[in-house]
C-alpha cells in the first residue's frame, strides 16, 4: 500500500490574498467563469500594496453579485439596500471623515437605480473610491436589461435584442466632475491592482470601471462563449489609450474596449469646499469637522 506523504494544502498553505478576505465566507457564491471574483482579488492585492491601515478602510456595497463583495472583504463592510451603496458611503464619509471610503458593486446597482446618486456624488467631489463590475446586464436577477447592456444585445428582458443606447461610464464620472477615472478589463490583473492601488492614495471621487464577464448570463444568452473566451477577447480587443477623451469609449456589441486612465486631477474634495466656505462665511464660529476618531455626539 502505498502512503499518500503530501501535505493537506487547505490546512497547510494560505492563499495570499486571505489577511484580506473573510475566509470564513468561503466558497463564495459567484459562478465559475465569473469575473466579479478577479475584481476582488485584485483589491485584495492593492490593498496589500497600499499599506493602509485597515481599521481605517471600509467597504460599501449594494445589491447585486457585485454587491456581494463587501461580505467577502475583511473590512468594516456595509451590503446596503439596491441603488443605495453611494448614499450609504456618503453618509460614512461625512460622519467619520477619517475614514477611507470604498464602494465596491454592480453596473445596475450603481447606474441604474443608483445612477441619480452616482452622478450627484461625482458632481459634488465626494471622497470615495467607486468601483463598478460591468457585466453589461443584471446578473443576479436573472440577466435583465440594464443601463450598460450594449445595443443589439440579448437579455431575458430584450429577446430580440436591446434597443435603448447605454451609459459610456468613464464619460457619465468624467462629465459629471469625477477627478479621477479609469476603466480595466478582468485580463487586466495587474493594470486594474495598480489602479486602485493609485486611486486609494488619491482623493475626491474616484472612478474605477471594470469589464467582467458573466457566462451563465450575458455570455451565454449572447452565445458570446466562456469566460474564458472572454478574456482572449479582452486580450484581442482591448485598448490602453491613457488619457483618451473620455466621449471615444463607448462600447458596442461586438466592438474593442477603450481602456486605461482617462482622467486624473486635483480638485477640492466636497469636505474641503465645505470647510472653506463655513471658515470664509463664520469665521471664528466656525466649528470644524470633529477629529480624528471623535464622535459626532457624546
Ligand atoms: C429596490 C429593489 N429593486 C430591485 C431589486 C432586484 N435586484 C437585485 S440585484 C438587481 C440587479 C443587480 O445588477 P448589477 O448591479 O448589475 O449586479 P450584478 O448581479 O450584475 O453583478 C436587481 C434588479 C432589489 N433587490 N431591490
Ligand atoms: S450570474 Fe453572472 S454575474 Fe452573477 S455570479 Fe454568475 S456569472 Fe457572475
Ligand atoms: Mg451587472
Not at 86 to 105: D, I, N, Q, W
Not at 109 to 125: C, E, S, T
Amino acid at each position: 500500500m502505498t502512503v499518500d506523504t503530501r501535505p493537506d494544502f487547505a490546512e497547510t498553505v494560505e492563499h495570499p490574498a486571505s489577511p484580506y478576505l473573510r475566509m470564513d465566507r468561503i466558497p463564495h457564491v459567484w459562478c465559475p467563469g465569473c469575473g466579479i471574483g478577479t475584481v476582488v482579488r485584485c483589491f485584495a492585492a492593492a490593498l496589500e500594496r497600499a499599506q493602509l491601515d485597515l481599521d481605517k478602510v471600509s467597504v460599501v456595497s449594494g445589491i447585486g453579485c457585485s454587491g456581494r463583495a463587501a461580505g467577502y472583504l475583511k473590512l468594516d463592510g456595509f451590503h446596503t439596500t439596491h441603488g443605495r451603496a453611494v448614499p450609504f458611503a456618503t453618509g460614512l464619509k461625512l460622519g467619520r471623515p477619517e475614514l477611507l471610503v470604498t464602494v465596491f458593486s454592480g453596473d445596475g446597482d450603481l447606474v441604474g437605480i443608483g445612477g441619480n446618486h452616482f452622478i450627484h456624488a461625482a458632481r459634488r467631489n465626494l471622497d470615495m473610491l467607486v468601483i463598478l463590475v460591468n457585466n453589461f446586464i443584471y446578473g443576479m436577477t436573472g440577466g435583465q436589461n440594464g443601463p450598460t447592456t450594449p445595443v443589439s444585445a440579448v437579455s431575458s428582458t430584450m429577446p430580440f435584442g436591446n434597443f435603448e443606447p447605454p451609459f459610456n461610464l468613464p464619460h457619465l464620472a468624467a462629465s459629471s466632475g469625477a477627478p479621477y477615472v479609469a476603466r480595466w478589463t478582468c485580463l487586466h490583473i495587474r493594470r486594474l491592482t495598480w489602479s486602485i492601488e493609485e486611486a486609494l492614495n488619491r482623493k475626491g471621487f474616484r472612478f474605477i470601471e471594470v469589464i467582467a464577464p458573466c457566462p451563465v448570463l450575458y455570455l451565454r444568452l449572447n452565445r458570446l462563449g466562456s469566460g474564458i473566451d472572454r478574456m482572449r477577447f479582452y486580450h484581442d480587443r482591448a485598448e490602453i489609450r491613457n488619457g483618451a477623451d473620455t466621449r471615444e469609449a463607448d462600447i458596442t456589441f461586438r466592438g474593442g474596449i477603450l481602456c486605461g486612465k482617462f482622467v486624473d486631477e486635483d480638485k477640492p474634495t466636497y469636505h474641503e469646499l465645505m470647510e472653506h466656505h463655513y471658515r470664509e462665511a463664520l469665521g471664528d464660529d466656525y466649528v470644524p469637522t470633529p477629529p480624528e476618531g471623535a464622535m459626532l455626539r457624546e
